[in-house]
């Protein structure tokens, strides 16, 4: 299983990043996945997850401003991230998800960071 996280970067408060995820070594289409993110000082934190059939769900702290997708024919996950504020600032992983609940992993990538400053 391999999973690499690109995508991250320094953007101003109110900015916008896609951060993208590419996935190999195992059935991607058949895996639900989940972006996970662990801010300067803190535990990690989940932010959004997917399942196999495309069903979604976020964190309160992100609705309405993330969208996590997928396109099995790439094996890649993305994460929109719109209307970014400081507080979203931290590593970004993603992660293939273990059980029926989208905040167990087995495997994730070496993450990217996002940095959101004035």
């Known amino acids: 299983v391999h999973l690499v996280e690109s995508g991250g970067h320094l953007v101003q408060p109110g900015g916008s990043l896609r951060l993208s995820c590419a996935a190999s070594g195992f059935s991607f289409s058949r895996s639900a996945m989940s972006w996970t993110r662990q801010a300067p000082g803190k535990g990690l934190e989940w932010v959004a997850g997917?399942?196999?059939?495309?069903?979604?769900h976020y964190a309160d702290s992100v609705k309405g401003r993330f969208t996590i997708s997928r396109d099995n024919a790439k094996n890649t996950l993305y994460l929109q991230m719109n209307s970014l504020k400081p507080e979203d600032t931290a590593l970004y992983f993603c992660?293939?998800?273990?059980?029926?609940?989208?905040?167990?992993?087995?495997?994730w990538g070496q993450g990217t960071q996002v940095t959101v400053s004035s």
């Open positions: 992660a293939r998800v273990v059980s029926s609940r989208l905040d167990e992993y087995d495997y």
């Open positions: 997917i399942y196999d059939h495309g069903s979604t």
